[in-house]
């Protein structure tokens, strides 16, 4: 993949906002239901020359992105590109990812943009559904930088993206707090209404967790589909999860985030008494309007959603029982954190061939992975691939997930994976930093992992190893700093801590064989007439069992 231009702000010196443009790649879609612009007053200000450039913009045909008008930023200029959120690299796997045939599967139902939603021939039936969705980003700057506003939105475009969706324009808005009705304030909402008519979309996507009344006042103004932040990773989640446990997880973030915002179809729907309701047959307790349909749907929620957490509660005792094996084998547990495309699966992958799921993309793999590996002196330790971490991650995944990210919590060594390459990595890791703090994960010894070295700014990677005195600075993908990574790991990681001289009888080479297990350090050995004489450091439960066999130094 070659790098393309980054998406940039189309200023003017006295704009209160921003507008951003995506991927605009030219698609033959046919878009069946079309906006009715006659009906629309700024549609009739425009002169037939900009209706045929509307109509040409929604047929997906290739005409400029210029050649549209919105509002007050007719002259912003088209700017094409990839989110910045996602890495620019020509060859996203490395010899040590395997053959990633997850991957395979997962790509095999890919979207495509240029499939029509008119049949003109039976055979594309199978496929309408892989019709990439067109969406328009709109966002508030209420804090922060200018820079840190653009970010938001780049990585909402990626995000968006990854979803499966082509995005075609961005909106930044210069605003105080939102607007309790429309998120926007209705101008900037009718703003966003003509960009979206101008551009053919049928989304909005939001930066932000909206209200359900924002939602719906938001919709009401625009006429498509609006979904926010939080409901966008949660498709992803969906789309991703492939374990039972993940399945479920995903679904009750899912079911906790849609119940308070059902809509209903008003008191139609209200006749759960089978038509006597009121009727003097009926008798007492059936009069008046019953259960309402959306009070059903709750009911169902709920009942739903407690369902799903007894079944994750259920898997709680093995996953329990394998942590707890670990542990009274007292081997150390490195647990590899960070945010979402900051290479922490390559980063499995190179240091223990696992082979796991690697995509450009934000949010591939959310079941964790551990597996096993030895420092370079035989002292084993276990290395746990975790679920990746985003700005404003929804507390509905932190609390669904929370018995997956347990992992971090028990661990004794967090690798807090860092992308070197992209445009805020100190914001990267506040984020990450605030949901160690959510599962109580702060006192945790961590060595920050400066990811991606081949294609980061060698100035940012100074910066941060300036504000971050415990780094590493490597490449997964090319095998930079590997050798260092390992020999910080080796040096971290908690080692047996009493020492022993032993003498073993030579009848006794079951006891030979747990010091060369991963749980003890050998000093010396050497073979004398009465037995085995070793000098070792092992831990307190072996001490204890070895203690009968300690001679005098």
């Known amino acids: ?27 033959k879609e046919t878009m069946t239901s079309q906006p009715n612009t006659g009906s629309d007053p700024a549609s009739q200000d425009m002169s037939p020359a900009e209706i ?163 939602r719906r006042g938001l919709e009401d103004i625009v006429k498509v589909k609006v979904i926010d932040r939080t409901g966008l990773i949660l498709d992803i989640f969906a789309q991703h999860a492939k374990s039972r ?57 709920r009942t739903r959603m407690a369902k799903l957490r007894r079944e994750i509660a259920a898997m709680k005792p093995a996953r329990e029982t394998k942590r707890a094996n670990r542990r009274r084998n007292e081997v150390p547990s490195v647990a590899i954190a960070g945010y979402t495309n900051a290479g922490k699966s390559s980063l499995l992958n190179r240091l223990t061939d696992a082979g796991v799921l690697v995509e450009n993309a934000l949010f591939a793999t959310l079941d964790p992975t551990i597996r096993k590996a030895e420092t370079s002196d035989g002292l084993g330790y276990t290395l746990a691939d975790t679920v990746g971490f985003v700005r404003s991650l929804p507390t509905q995944l932190v609390e669904a997930f929370r018995s997956t990210l347990e992992e971090v919590a028990d661990s004794d060594l967090i690798l807090h994976v860092v992308d070197a390459s992209h445009p805020d990595p100190e914001g990267q890791i506040a984020a990450v930093r605030k949901v160690f703090g959510e599962v109580d994960a702060r006192k945790i010894p961590e060595i920050i992992v400066l990811n991606k070295a081949d294609a980061a700014d060698p100035f940012v990677v100074e910066r941060l190893k300036q504000r971050e005195p415990r780094h590493v600075v490597v490449s997964a993908r090319t095998g930079e700093g590997i050798a260092e990574l390992l020999k910080t790991i080796s040096e971290s990681i908690p080692r047996p801590g009493v020492q022993l001289e032993l003498l073993i009888p030579y009848n006794r080479g079951d006891l030979i064989s747990k010091l060369h297990d991963s749980d003890a350090e050998i000093i010396s050995m050497d073979h004398v007439e009465a037995g085995t004489r070793a000098v070792v450091k092992v831990r307190e439960g072996l001490a204890a069992e070895l203690e009968s066999f300690a001679v005098n130094a």
């Open 1 to 27: 993949m070659t790098a393309a231009p980054q998406p940039s702000a189309n200023t003017s010196p006295d704009s209160t906002e921003r507008h951003y443009s995506g991927n605009a790649e030219t698609s």
């Open 52 to 214: 045929q450039a509307v109509i040409d913009r929604i047929l997906a045909k290739d005409v400029p992105a210029s050649s549209r008008t919105s509002g007050g930023a007719g002259d912003a200029k088209a700017v094409l590109g990839k989110a910045q959120a996602i890495s620019h690299l020509d060859d996203e796997h490395s010899e040590y990812d395997g053959d990633q045939q997850d991957l395979e599967e997962r790509r095999a139902l890919r979207r495509t943009a240029g499939l029509s939603t008119e049949l003109e021939d039976v055979t594309e039936v199978e496929y309408r559904q892989l019709r990439l969705e067109r969406v328009v980003l709109a966002g508030l700057w209420s804090e922060g930088t200018l820079a840190d506003a653009e970010n938001s939105l780049r990585e909402l475009a990626a995000l968006a993206e990854t979803a499966g969706s082509e995005v075609l324009d961005g909106l930044v808005q210069r605003r105080a707090k939102p607007d309790p009705g429309t998120f926007l304030g209705s101008g900037k909402a009718q703003e966003l209404k003509d960009i979206v008519m101008s551009t053919g979309a049928d989304t909005v996507v939001v930066d932000a967790e909206l209200a359900p009344s924002q």
């Open 245 to 301: 446990e993940g399945k479920a997880q995903v679904e009750l973030a899912q079911l906790e985030y849609l119940l308070p915002r059902l809509r209903g179809w008003g008191d139609s729907m209200s006749r759960q008494a089978g038509g006597q309701v009121g009727g003097a047959a009926a008798g007492m307790g059936s009069r008046g309007p019953g259960e309402t349909k959306i009070e059903l749907d709750r009911r169902r929620i």
